[in-house]
């Protein structure tokens, strides 16, 4: 059998275990290993995995993964969560969908200290999962604001995929950074849109609260000293130039301790607790991105991709179509992949195709332009079923909302983020326009 | 033992704050604290396994089963278990190859100095614990009467 | 094809030396054979795990064919890291000669299981900083660098600098947001960081003086797999490897340079010349630096010394 096809034929038997109730990390490591065996050799399969496991978790790119995970916890147990939401309950808490649009709103400024799409959807689903759930929000809405309010942590500079962008087409890193505020923002209009379209349709799904009175708003305020300290200090602290974003994970874990020790809710109880809790939901995370690298890794060998990406490139027909179908193959890879991986298979492909197009951009708009674009797209991925990690995520914070209800939580978000896409390859302007202003 | 990966990675935290702080009074940062964190990473990796698959933590998509009698479905969930076993328990000797292999070429970090070998043996414990795991849970959902039956 | 050697590397393939040396070397490879042998390049490592990796990689057959460093395995291949120490270098294609000739004289027990097929280096590190220019000892004073490797970190230790290892995406955002003043790299790697955008002063040695560092690499091919194959076919691979492409590659790491330097000039950065004499106090300071290195050679069974005799002997000859 040729490589292609066996490629093709992995896909398909990974989409059958998954639907027969595998756990996703068996299925893509079993599918992987398979593939690995059949492309390579058991021999290479096996001197492979005897360092595997550790080289992918000596990782200072992951560590930031059980660093945020835990000051979610900390967060959550020291009560400090549950200020976020009583303030924001209190501003917003009256609207329809209130607290829905509140957890986005959390994701969004989480994201702004955090890297990655995973730490932020854990975090704040630890954080606002059983407050939505306590004020009679569905599993479905709650959860899928929180999915898609999750990717905004890749959106929202700083971004680990936009790092790894950057250094596969040699693009400036804080460039990008600044280019994808805009799309960032634009992503926490559509959810919020999202949101009140959802629960104009469905109104028992987000209930709305008492609206609360001017004293208690300002009430609310003074809860949240802790955390705008903790924002303060880690925003700074990376945007003034005393510490880099990976270093910014660690402060933020010792913060929000010393913050829950003031605030009273942490114990030595308390903070064993989130420690235990921290340890599930990083296995279960890294269980997957195990799972994935096997994988991905048994992927590459068939060259599959490469190959599908090469035949986009090459076949001759005008800018604006190779572009879509470049959205397009990314979108359908999305719903098996993950973000990162995608972005290393195919980008040293599409990009030289994408930059000998002409779009009547600059070469550095043009490279930008697509950056934002492909992390848009992948993003999407970590939304969209069977294989969507912060449909994972969530489901592993709460067991007890199902994954269909997931599934259909996401469908809002997914309709949002395709608009946002169509807006964002209709005007490239977006995704250069605040650079061009501020660093040229 | 997943607390005891937890207090590795909150050291690793306090660790490089403590770093960042010295770093920014001018009394220099602290050499090596990136490879502490890369260590403690791999170190919590492996720890939380065991507990992960002792809640039955690992998701799975239900979507498409959802018609099926949930004593069925348990059972199909207790045979993957146990194929999550061999998974767990292939892993487990491979990295036991792994950690003869770094330790007889004495690899070492570049700053600390610290040996690489070190990190394999958390690795094989996880990974150990987690084969035992899945297969006696695996082994009781499969076959439930046997094992009342044994505890009777 | 007959063959196929799976090449695995981990530079991104918009790096000149993916498009400019592995595809050509693989096209000539491929034309050499009559289209036998296929080389199937996966940059980035796409065959996963981490660049430390790949020497194992390649021995083990995971790959048939790796590019790698040295000093990714800190004392695995301690004659081949010998001109990574600080002060052996000078530019690249008279380096990668030197350290070529090196290996063949004292470095060939080092690679069990394991073909060579070229050693190279690439052209010594300058000093790229934000704030100020870097033209003495002075100008090194408490001044955060960012150190390529172990050896070099020490180098600018013992000069005055407060060094750090950041790996390289926390290099680029602590270079924007002044969480490091300046960094340790050579010319060519400047495209790949926007390092011009990044930084506003480079500081080169004259060109007599030795340059500051220079990494090693090796590009291994797993033996197995090189036995395996027929005699005409490994005519071939022995023809496209050796001195003559140590040399080659070396030259094109000069061309690299070259472009790299271009890039800084059309930014606008300021570009300094550190003084010959200058250079020659700081390698008096990186002398207990060499000292150590002599030891740990002379601890793994070397002849420390007079691998490190013959390395300074080839530098100054070229
Ligand atoms: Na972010
Ligand atoms: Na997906």
């Given at each position: 059998?040729?490589?292609f096809?066996?490629a093709?034929?992995?896909v398909?038997?990974?989409?059958i275990?998954i639907f027969m109730?595998?756990?996703?990390?068996?299925?893509?490591?079993?599918?992987?290993?398979?593939?690995?065996?059949?492309l390579?050799?058991?021999?290479?399969l096996?001197a492979?995995?005897?360092?595997?496991?550790?080289?992918k978790?000596?990782?200072?790119?992951?560590?930031?993964?059980?660093?945020?995970?835990?000051?979610?916890?900390l967060?959550?147990?020291s009560?400090i969560?549950?200020?976020?939401f009583?303030?924001?309950?209190?501003w917003?808490?009256?609207?329809?969908g209130?607290?829905?649009?509140?957890?986005?709103?959390?994701c969004?400024?989480?994201?702004?200290i955090?890297g990655?799409?995973?730490?932020t959807?854990?975090?704040?689903?630890?954080?606002?999962?059983p407050?939505?759930?306590?004020?009679?929000f569905s599993?479905?809405?709650?959860s899928?604001s929180?999915?898609?309010?999750?990717?905004?942590?890749?959106?929202?500079?700083?971004?680990?995929?936009?790092?790894i962008?950057a250094?596969?087409?040699?693009?400036?890193?804080v460039?990008?950074?600044?280019?994808?505020?805009?799309?960032?923002?634009?992503?926490?209009?559509?959810?919020m849109?999202?949101?009140?379209?959802?629960v104009?349709?469905?109104?028992?799904?987000?209930?709305?609260?008492q609206?609360a009175?001017f004293?208690e708003?300002?009430?609310?305020?003074?809860?949240?000293?802790h955390?705008?300290?903790?924002f303060?200090v880690?925003?700074g602290?990376i945007?003034?130039?005393?510490?880099?974003?990976?270093?910014?994970?660690?402060?933020g874990?010792v913060?929000t301790?010393?913050?829950?020790?003031?605030?009273?809710?942490?114990?030595v109880?308390?903070?064993?607790?989130s420690?235990?809790?921290t340890a599930?939901?990083?296995a279960?995370?890294?269980a997957i991105?195990?799972?994935a690298?096997i994988?991905?890794?048994?992927?590459?060998?068939?060259?599959m991709?490469?190959?599908?990406a090469?035949?986009?490139?090459?076949s001759?027909?005008?800018?604006?179509a190779?572009?879509?179908a470049?959205?397009?193959?990314?979108?359908?890879?999305?719903?098996?992949?993950?973000?990162?991986?995608m972005?290393?298979?195919t980008?040293?492909?599409?990009?030289p195709?994408?930059?000998a197009?002409?779009?009547?951009?600059?070469?550095?708009?043009q490279?930008?332009?697509?950056g934002i674009?492909?992390?848009?797209?992948?993003e999407?991925?970590?939304?969209?079923?069977?294989?969507?990690?912060?449909?994972?995520?969530?489901?592993?914070m709460?067991?007890?909302?199902?994954?269909?209800?997931?599934?259909?939580g996401t469908?809002?978000?997914?309709?949002?983020?395709?608009?946002r896409?169509v807006?964002?390859?209709?005007?490239?302007v977006?995704?250069?326009?605040?650079?061009?202003?501020?660093?040229? | 033992?997943?607390?005891l990966?937890?207090?590795?990675?909150f050291?690793?935290?306090f660790?490089v704050?403590?770093?960042?702080?010295?770093?920014?009074?001018?009394?220099?940062?602290?050499?090596g604290?990136?490879?502490?964190?890369?260590l403690?990473?791999a170190t919590?990796?492996?720890?939380?396994?065991?507990?992960?698959q002792?809640n039955?933590?690992?998701?799975?998509?239900?979507?498409?089963?959802?018609w099926?009698?949930?004593?069925?479905s348990e059972?199909?969930?207790g045979?993957?278990?146990?194929?999550?076993?061999?998974?767990?328990?292939f892993?487990?000797?491979?990295?036991?190859?792994?950690?003869?292999e770094?330790h007889?070429?004495?690899?070492k970090?570049?700053l600390?100095?610290?040996?690489?070998w070190?990190?394999?043996?958390?690795?094989v414990?996880g990974?150990?614990?987690?084969?035992?795991?899945?297969?006696?849970?695996?082994?009781?959902i499969?076959?439930?009467?046997?094992?009342?039956a044994?505890?009777? | 094809a007959?063959?196929?050697l799976?090449?695995h590397?981990?530079?991104p393939?918009?790096?000149?030396m993916?498009?400019k040396?592995?595809?050509?070397w693989?096209g000539?490879?491929?034309?050499?054979?009559?289209?036998?042998i296929d080389?199937?390049?996966f940059?980035?490592m796409?065959l996963?795990?981490?660049?430390?990796q790949?020497?194992?990689?390649?021995?083990?057959?995971i790959?048939?064919?790796?590019?790698?460093?040295?000093v990714y395995t800190?004392g695995?291949?301690?004659?081949?890291?010998?001109?990574?120490?600080?002060?052996?270098t000078?530019?690249a294609?008279?380096?990668s000669?030197a350290?070529?000739q090196?290996?063949?004289?004292?470095?060939?027990?080092?690679?069990?299981?394991?073909?060579?097929?070229a050693?190279?280096?690439h052209?010594?590190?300058?000093?790229?900083?934000?704030?100020?220019?870097?033209?003495?000892?002075?100008?090194l004073?408490?001044?955060?660098?960012?150190?390529p490797?172990?050896?070099?970190?020490?180098?600018?230790?013992?000069?005055?600098?407060?060094v750090v290892?950041f790996p390289?995406t926390?290099?680029?955002?602590?270079?924007?947001n002044?969480?490091?003043d300046?960094?340790?790299?050579?010319?060519?790697?400047?495209?790949?960081f926007?390092?011009q955008?990044?930084?506003?002063?480079?500081?080169a040695?004259?060109?007599?003086?030795?340059?500051l560092?220079?990494?090693?690499?090796s590009?291994?091919?797993n033996?197995?797999?090189y036995?395996?194959m027929?005699d005409?076919?490994?005519?071939?691979?022995?023809?496209?490897?050796?001195?003559?492409l140590?040399?080659r590659i070396g030259?094109?790491?000069?061309a690299?340079?070259?472009?790299?330097?271009s890039m800084?000039e059309?930014?606008?950065n300021?570009i300094?010349?550190?003084?010959?004499?200058?250079?020659a106090?700081w390698?008096?300071a990186?002398?207990?630096i060499?000292?150590?290195?002599?030891?740990?050679?002379?601890?793994?069974?070397h002849?420390?010394?007079?691998?490190?005799?013959?390395?300074?002997?080839?530098?100054?000859?070229?």
């Open positions: 059998m040729d490589p096809t066996l093709v034929l992995l398909i038997a990974l989409f275990l109730r595998v756990p996703i990390a068996l299925a893509m490591g079993l599918v992987g290993a398979f593939g690995y065996v059949q390579s050799s058991f021999s290479s096996k492979y995995l005897s360092t595997a496991w550790v080289d978790f000596m990782s200072y790119d992951l560590a930031v993964v059980p660093l945020f995970i835990l000051m979610g916890h967060a959550t147990h009560g969560s549950a200020s976020i009583g303030a924001a309950r209190a917003i808490g009256h609207l329809r209130g607290l829905a649009m509140a957890s986005v709103a959390g969004a400024l989480f994201g702004s955090s990655s799409s995973l730490a959807a854990s975090t704040m689903a630890r954080v606002a999962l407050e939505m759930k306590k004020h009679g599993g479905a809405l709650s899928g929180l999915a898609a309010g999750g990717t905004l942590g890749i959106l929202i500079p700083p971004s680990v995929v936009l790092i962008y250094l596969l087409t040699e693009q400036n890193i460039k990008l950074f600044l280019a994808a505020t805009i799309p960032g923002i634009l992503a926490v209009i559509g959810f849109i999202a949101i009140s379209i959802y104009r349709l469905y109104p028992e799904e987000g209930p709305t609260s609206k009175s004293a708003r300002i009430r609310s305020l003074g809860d949240i000293w955390v705008v300290v903790i303060v880690v925003l602290g945007y003034g130039g005393f510490f880099t974003p990976s270093q910014g994970a660690a402060v874990v913060l301790l010393i913050m829950g020790v003031i605030k009273g809710g942490l114990t109880n308390t903070v064993m607790s420690l235990i809790d599930g939901s990083t279960m995370i890294f991105v195990f799972g690298d994988f991905n890794v048994a992927l590459a060998l068939s060259r991709p490469m190959e599908t090469a035949f986009i490139s090459g001759g027909i005008s800018p604006m190779v572009m879509i470049i959205i397009v193959f990314y979108l359908v890879m999305g719903c098996l992949m993950d973000s990162l991986s972005i290393l298979l980008v040293p492909v599409f990009f195709t994408i930059m197009l002409d779009f009547g951009l600059q070469p550095e708009q490279a930008m332009w697509f674009i492909s992390l848009v797209v992948v999407l991925g970590l939304i969209t079923p069977p294989v969507g990690m912060n449909l994972f995520v969530i489901s592993a709460a067991p007890e909302i199902r994954m269909t209800e997931i599934f259909r469908i809002p978000f997914i309709a949002a983020e395709f608009t896409i807006i964002l390859v209709s005007f490239p977006l995704s250069f326009w605040l650079v061009d202003l501020i660093a040229n | 033992m997943a607390g990966g937890g207090i590795i990675i050291a690793a935290a660790f704050t403590l770093s960042v702080v010295m770093s920014n009074l001018g009394f220099g940062g602290i050499r604290e990136f490879e502490l964190v890369e403690a990473c919590c990796a492996s720890l939380f396994l065991p507990l992960c002792l039955r933590g690992h998701v799975m998509v239900d979507v498409f089963t959802g099926i009698p949930p004593a069925t059972r199909i969930d045979l993957w278990m146990l194929i999550f076993a061999i998974g767990w328990a892993l487990f000797w491979r990295l036991c190859i792994g950690l003869d770094i007889t070429y004495g690899d970090t570049m600390l100095q610290a040996p690489v070190w990190v394999y043996i958390p690795a414990i990974t150990g614990l987690s084969a035992v795991v899945a297969a006696c849970m695996g082994m009781f499969v076959l439930p009467k046997v094992f009342r044994e505890l009777n | 007959e063959v196929t799976r090449l590397h981990f530079l393939p918009v790096a000149p993916h498009s040396f592995f595809e050509v693989a000539e490879i491929a034309e050499a054979s009559n289209g036998a080389v199937q390049i940059p980035a796409q996963g795990g981490k660049p430390p790949l020497a194992d990689q390649v021995r083990q057959g790959c048939d064919i790796a590019w790698t460093l040295p800190p695995r291949f301690l004659v081949a890291e010998t001109m990574s120490n600080p002060f052996m000078t530019n294609e008279k380096s000669v350290l070529h090196l290996m063949d004289e004292f470095g060939q027990n080092d690679y069990p299981g394991v073909k060579p097929l050693f190279h280096t052209d010594g590190g300058k000093l790229h900083t934000r704030d100020a220019p870097v033209l003495s000892q002075s100008d004073q408490g001044l955060k660098l960012r150190a490797n172990q050896a070099t970190g020490d180098m600018l230790t013992a000069l005055g600098a407060e290892f390289v926390d290099m680029v955002v602590g270079l924007s002044g969480v490091i300046g960094c340790c790299l050579p010319y060519e790697v400047v495209p790949a926007k390092l955008e990044l930084t506003s002063f480079s500081a040695p004259a060109p007599a003086a030795r340059g560092y220079g990494n090693t690499f590009l291994l091919m033996e197995a797999k036995n395996e027929s005409d076919l490994r005519g071939v691979i022995d023809a496209a490897s050796g001195a003559a140590s040399q030259k094109q790491f000069d690299f340079e070259a472009f790299g330097k800084v059309k930014q606008g300021e300094v010349e550190i003084p010959a004499e200058e250079i106090r390698r008096e990186a002398d207990p060499h000292a150590a290195w002599i030891e740990k050679l002379n601890d793994a069974g002849d420390g010394a007079a691998i490190m005799a013959r390395a300074n002997e080839l530098l100054d000859a070229g």
